[in-house]
């Protein structure tokens, strides 16, 4: 695990579409970048991050497995 990028998101909404948005650009950053294929995406809980795992679950062109926070 490493970081590929770090986004200014100041400025926008934090709704679904424009985080699924920057995450999409991440993976393929880090595609282009290293070479590496981005396998999983974890995320908190909040309702636009249960979004976003269902957007990328739903869209064919980005193949990740997503993960909501789980403590136990």
Known sequence: M???D???TSGHFHNAEYL???TVNATDKCKNDT???VNSFVSDNAVNLIK???????????DVVTYGCSTF
């Open 20 to 22: 699924s948005e920057v």
């Open 52 to 62: 976003i795992r269902q957007n990328l679950a739903s869209d064919d062109s980005i």
């Open 6 to 8: 770090t986004v200014d």
């Open 35 to 37: 070479g590496a294929t």
């Open 2 to 4: 490493f970081l590929v």
